[in-house]
């Protein structure tokens, strides 16, 4: 062979060799279940920021946990089964807990055998590794700044046969000391708490018959364990204070008058080894509840900071059916002695009576009558509607579980034996100051009748005195759809609150309102919200720990304003101009009640021109902010170790999966401490985004972010996928994870087939949220043609939900589009205006008025907006292919509503195909309903933009009697 054609060959093997390597093989739907990742979002890291652990595996399959130290490149590797574990570090950062599942397959063999899934605790020592295994967990806790000692909490032993009431509900607790490694068992165990310190451990004992059933501290210095009180009933929510220094629970016992158990407070602090004060309390026996209320087995008790007061929650109580009759047959008697007295008193002035008749009376009245039970009695299935029901039948049918287990927030003083009663059923909530001496309650009884029609909110303000119930009225009608922020200062002073544009302190003492950004040269309305609500707000960020000031932004520009609205300062430089705002306040401090602008504190922001993102810092005693960061890409909010000025977020790119970085306070040397998605190397992903300016029809400056294919050749055109929702422009940087979707599309899959993905933004106008749809997305459509990436002969349209809407409308008005899907689309606006949400149990109508329908009336006012962008009033227009996937048990958009639009196409005789996936509701849960149904839609675009043959479920329809054989074949 001669040297020419060697060098031919090298050539040859050079250029195939770089093809394989820039041109990787696609991703197909059974990929899925092998695709590696990281789960980001479950990533804890230790107090001393010297470690970071997460949990890395296949979508299906077996996982592994690492423990990663952040200074070197340790990492140590465990194998944890088939599901994610909650991982977490003891406070001193020297050992790690974390749950060990059996392996996938024995899970989903569990899952179909109906069989529980046992898990084992893995408890690691940090400093060599040294490790502890416990079989059978329920859950654990490290003993908090104390560090020497963890619970593990072991699952309850279930005997065969049926369990009788007094059967014990506790279970083994084990007392592991990691420094001794000695353990201790304690059996029985219902409720286990360690307070702050560690010192102690409060737990309650729940064991068959009630015998030795208790409250008991455990003083961990000193072993001593002390039974605070013991009783034949169970005790349950055990909650130390903040500072661990008082606890409170709750007692339940029968009782003989009640349909449920009697609930009792216990309060108890001043723990000193052997000795504590316990405090007891059910408002019954001290007649103090209203009448038909006890304390509520759903609420949480409390103390107050100055451990004089415990709050609690009331709720009604039902007596039995014994009880009742005891009742009437009271108030019975009492009654028919007032009328014997009445009758003996008109017998003894009438002497000349006939006896015999009066007798024959008596006989009669004596006969026997017999009793009905009405239980036995068949009565309707029925539910009554009234125009003046508060909230529709559905409604309170959907919401009769949290109607049930609603509790009054109500207050025991313990030094005065006093009952505070500070909700009720106008006032639902109290919103605590942080002096819990003062709280604001919202009444929306006035106005929630035609709230719950049409959407648009109002409560009356009052400032509640916690010492005595007494509430005063402060803000009449404030607007709740915009009044977002509500927050009292630290010292408790003042309430912040958001009305007509503006912020305003309210002086809780003499309920005097302040104004306190009239004069600032900046609006606080919310530019880019165009929802039927009135000044949405642009938001704040809080007081200062001082109590001096407000962090307040506009739509750009953060401002530091005084409580008292006198002065403000601009502490960002004229952000506007450079499109810069802030997007979220890292609060990394915990335990500051307030910011401290003693500290640095640090803002994630966005360029909303190009869609950077990054992190800004207001350095400490400074007043100017600082951008540390910023580029294209996400970044996470920063996370800081409790104990070390050590920082973490994550980093991703379209292309790019999030990876972890730790840094300093700068952030200018960051380390990458995760390696993300190793599949890539195989599969081909998206070749990157870009961003695409645009002017709709309606002459909004928009835009639109273009995701390029795998593999993607500069001037190739390639078939598009549009897909919408409203504003998706800020997510430009995010990157896909190749997963079955609940809505069918995955941005990941389309790319590394080939397919580019276009998300533009739309704006909305009232009374014309269809027609903003074309106006915004017909344009970007045109825009990202002339770039030369988008195919124009080949593009495609899907959303879901809204976006489902949308593109059921933009098909009667457009013929851009070749092919389309729409999942669970709203059809008919007059139709769906006054059907229910069935998810909330309310109607649509409060949707439409105040909320993503955007109109501003119901349709008898508004005949022509609703007409004009509803699809169905169009439907002779649609040429354009389309899908419909929309699912019998939708609680969100009505079935009825995909099925209007299916027979109104198929009257017309136009292509629709629509998919029901029985018994799912709005997007769809069952994974193999989602591997179905992302397989059949992308079929379906590649079919009409690709080519490629019809599948024949699309071309010709499955008889319902062959339904089956034909899922069977496709299942995978």
């Given at each position: ?6 060098l ?10 770089s093809?394989a390597?820039e041109h990787?093989?696609?991703?197909t739907w059974?990929?899925?279940?092998s ?6 979002n479950?990533?804890?890291t ?6 970071l652990a997460?949990?890395?595996g296949?979508t299906?399959g077996?996982?592994?946990?690492s ?34 599942s059996?392996n996938?397959?024995?899970i ?5 055998a ?8 893995k408890?690691?020592s ?5 490790s502890?295994t416990?079989?059978?967990v ?7 700044d104390d560090?020497?000692?963890i ?6 032993t ?18 592991y ?12 165990i219902?409720?286990?708490k360690?307070?702050?310190s560690?010192?102690?451990l ?6 068959n ?10 003083d961990l210095?000193?072993g001593?364990?002390n ?12 909650n ?9 629970l709750?007692k339940?016992?029968?009782d ?6 009697i609930?009792?407070l216990?309060g ?6 052997n ?10 026996d ?9 304390i ?10 100055d ?8 709720s ?8 009742k009759?005891a ?9 028919d002695s007032?009328?014997t ?5 008109k ?16 006989i ?14 068949e009565k ?5 509607w ?21 509790n ?14 500070l909700a009720?059923?106008a006032?639902?909530n ?7 001496q003062i709280?604001?309650a919202i009444?929306v ?6 709230s ?8 009356d ?7 005595t119930?007494?509430?005063k ?6 607007y709740?759809n915009a009044a ?6 630290p ?9 007509d544009?503006?912020y ?10 302040v104004?306190?950004?009239k ?11 165009d ?10 960020y809080?007081w200062?720990i001082?109590n001096?000031?407000?962090l307040?932004?506009d ?11 006198k ?9 506007k101009?450079?499109?810069l705002?802030?997007?979220q306040y ?7 009640e307030?910011i ?6 640090y ?17 400490a ?7 540390l ?10 996370r ?9 977020y994550s980093i991703?790119?379209?292309q ?21 998605t ?18 709709s029809?309606?002459g ?12 993607y050749?500069?001037g ?8 919408i929702y409203?504003?998706?422009t800020d997510e430009?940087n995010?990157?896909?994870q190749?997963?079955y979707?609940g ?5 990941a ?5 080939g397919?580019?993905v276009?998300?533009?933004d ?10 903003s749809?074309v ?6 459509v ?13 593009i ?5 939900s ?30 769906m ?12 109508q409060?949707i439409f ?7 501003t009336t ?6 022509d907006?609703?007409?004009?962008n ?7 227009k ?16 009505d ?9 109104g ?7 629709v195909?629509?998919?029901t996936?029985n ?5 769809l849960v ?7 149904y992302a ?17 024949i479920?699309?071309s010709k329809g499955i ?8 899922l069977?074949?496709r299942?995978?």
């Open positions: 062979m001669n040297k020419k054609s060697l031919f060959i090298a050539c040859q093997l050079a250029w195939v060799a093809y390597q990787k093989k696609p991703l059974q990929d899925i279940p695709w590696q990742y990281i789960r980001t479950g990533a804890a230790s107090d001393d920021g010297q470690w997460y949990v890395s296949p299906q077996d996982l592994t946990l423990l990663r130290n952040t200074s070197d490149t340790t990492n140590y590797k465990y194998n944890i089964g088939g599901l994610n574990s909650l991982i977490t570090f003891n406070k001193n950062s020297q050992y790690a807990a974390f749950f060990e059996p996938y397959k024995e989903k063999a569990n899952e179909k109906k069989k529980p899934n046992s898990r084992k605790l408890v690691i940090l400093k060599d590794t040294a502890l416990f079989d059978k329920q859950g654990f806790d490290f003993s908090n560090n020497r000692w619970a593990v909490r072991f699952q309850p279930i005997t065969p046969g049926p369990r009788g009431e007094d059967a014990g509900k506790g279970s083994d607790l084990l007392l000391n990691l420094i001794t490694k000695k353990s201790y068992n304690l059996g029985n219902s409720d286990y360690f307070n702050k560690g010192q102690y409060a737990y309650t004992v729940d064991a018959g009630k015998n030795g059933n208790g409250i008991f501290v455990m210095a000193t001593l364990t039974a605070l009180e013991n009783d034949k009933a169970n005790y349950a929510k055990i130390w204070n903040k500072e661990g220094t008082a606890f409170s709750l339940s016992k029968k003989k008058k009640y349909k449920t158990p609930y009792t216990i108890i602090k001043n723990i000193k080894g000795d504590a004060e316990l405090f007891t309390y059910t408002g019954l001290e007649n103090q509840i209203s009448a038909g209320y006890g509520s087995e759903n609420s949480i008790p409390y103390w107050s900071k451990l004089n007061t415990l709050f609690f929650g009331i009604k109580l039902e007596k039995t059916a014994e009880e009759e009742a009437k047959k009271t108030t019975a008697s009492a009654k007032t009328h007295n009445i009758a003996l008193r017998d003894s002035t009438s002497q000349g009576a006939d006896t015999t008749a009066n007798n024959k009376s008596k009669a009245k004596a006969k026997p009558t017999a009793a009905v039970n009405k239980k036995d009695l309707p299935d029925m539910i009554i009234n125009w003046q029901d508060k909230r529709l039948q559905s409604a309170q049918k959907t919401q009769l579980s949290r109607d049930k287990n609603y009054a927030m109500s207050a025991w003083n313990i030094k005065t034996n006093r009952f505070i009663s009720d059923s006032i639902k109290i919103a605590l100051a942080p002096n819990q709280g604001y009444d009884t006035p106005y929630e009748y035609t719950n029609l049409d959407g648009q909110s109002y409560g303000l009052y400032i509640v005195d916690i010492a119930g007494e509430k009225l402060a803000i009449e009608k404030l709740l977002r922020g509500l927050s009292f200062s010292n408790s002073q003042y309430l912040l609150y958001y009305q544009g503006h305003f302190t309210l002086a809780v003492n003499t309920l005097a309102k104004n306190i950004t004069n600032i040269p900046a609006s606080f309305v919310d530019s880019y919200d929802h039927n609500i009135i000044n949405v707000p642009t938001g704040s809080g200062s001082d001096k000031y407000i307040l932004k739509n750009f520009d953060l401002w530091k304003v005084s409580a008292d609205g002065t403000y300062t601009a502490i960002t430089d004229n952000w101009n450079s499109k705002k802030t997007t890292n609060r990394l401090y915990e335990d500051d307030g401290d602008f003693k500290k640095d504190q803002f994630n922001i966005i360029n909303d021109a190009n869609k950077q993102q990054g992190i800004a810092v207001l350095p005693n400074k007043n100017q902010v600082e951008i960061k910023i580029d294209d890409i996400t970044i996470s909010p920063l800081k170790a409790k104990k070390a000025d050590t920082y973490f991703e790119k379209s790019q999966a999030p990876e972890i970085f730790v840094t300093d306070k700068s952030m200018k040397a960051a380390k990458q401490l995760t390696s993300n190793p599949d890539t190397a195989q599969y081909g992903i998206s070749a990157g985004s870009k961003l695409i300016n645009y002017v029809s309606n909004d400056t928009l835009q639109a972010t273009l995701y390029l294919p795998a593999n050749v500069e190739k055109s390639y078939p598009t996928i549009t897909y409203e504003r998706l430009k995010t990157f896909s190749p997963a979707p809505g069918g599309f995955n941005r899959m389309y790319t590394s087939n397919y580019a276009l998300m533009p739309i704006s909305y106008t009232l009374n014309d949220p269809g027609m749809a106006a915004c997305v017909v344009p970007a045109k825009e990202a043609i002339k770039t030369g990436i988008v195919d124009a002969d080949n495609a349209i899907h959303g879901h809204w976006g489902g809407y949308q593109t059921a409308f933009l098909i009667t008005q457009t013929d851009i589009f070749k092919a389309a899907v729409a999942g669970a689309p709203l059809t008919n606006m007059i139709s205006y006054s059907l229910i949400y069935w998810n909330s149990g309310s109607s649509n409060a008025e105040s909320s993503q329908g955007r109109l119901g349709y008898w006012d508004n005949w907006a609703y007409t004009r509803s699809p169905i009033y169009h439907i002779k649609v040429n354009t292919p389309l899908i419909i996937m929309h699912n019998d048990k939708d609680g969100a958009v079935y009825t509503q995909g099925i209007e639009y299916f027979n196409l198929r009257r017309l005789n136009k292509p195909v629509m998919l996936y018994g799912e509701n709005h997007g069952k994974e193999v309903n989602r591997k179905d397989v059949r839609m992308m079929e379906y675009f590649d079919h009409y933009l690709k080519g490629k043959p019809a599948p479920w699309w008889n319902y009697m062959d339904m089956d054989k034909h069977e074949d299942a995978f």
